[in-house]
């Protein structure tokens, strides 16, 4: 089963996971709210949304920020499903989300994908201070069980959209 949990998101709107009872849900670990990394994601998300809700999907987002750094940052992409700021990573400890300074040294080994994110619209120095959480991503049930789980490598490695929409289709 997945931990639930209930707390509110950047906006203080109250989300909880078994309010997902029901439906298929993609809940995403982030690092900062300025990390270029996680807000490309983020922009990925959003412009996949149609689509995946479209198709039953719920999607939960956890920033280890708090929630003045996300509506500074992420916030501003304006998503069309929730952010939840976890500065005490009581959710990144609840689903053995991991932190690891190696992840930045992978990271850096990616040349294009340094490449993207210097270039992109989203990077900012600030996310150098950032704890160096990998990014992980949990597909979750309507009985609100995990079917997949996916780790990072890096700081940039998330689920391909193209698995979440396979797994939609099973």
Not at 77 to 104: N, T, W
Not at 118 to 146: G, H, V, W, Y
Not at 157 to 165: G, N, Q, R
Request: aromatic share 12%.
């Amino acid at each position: 089963m997945a931990p639930d949990f209930r707390t509110v998101d950047f906006l203080g709107n109250s989300v909880s996971l078994s309010s997902h009872s029901g439906k298929q849900t993609l809940l995403c670990f982030f690092r900062g709210a300025a990390c270029p990394f996680c807000n490309m994601r983020l922009h990925e998300l959003i412009e996949a949304y149609p689509e995946l809700s479209k198709n039953g999907l719920n999607i939960i987002t956890v920033f280890s920020s708090t929630a003045t750094e996300i509506a500074e940052f992420s916030g501003r992409q304006e998503p069309p499903f929730p952010i939840i700021p976890d500065p005490a990573l009581d959710l990144y400890r609840k689903y053995g989300v991991e932190q690891s300074s190696m992840g930045l040294i992978k990271t850096m080994m990616r040349p294009k994908r340094m490449w993207q994110m210097m270039t992109s619209e989203f990077f900012d120095t600030k996310a150098m201070n950032d704890r160096p959480i990998i990014p992980a991503d949990f597909l979750i049930d309507s009985e609100l069980q995990i079917s997949r789980v996916y780790y990072g490598q890096n700081f940039s490695d998330h689920i391909p959209i193209s698995e979440v929409k396979n797994w939609l289709k099973k």
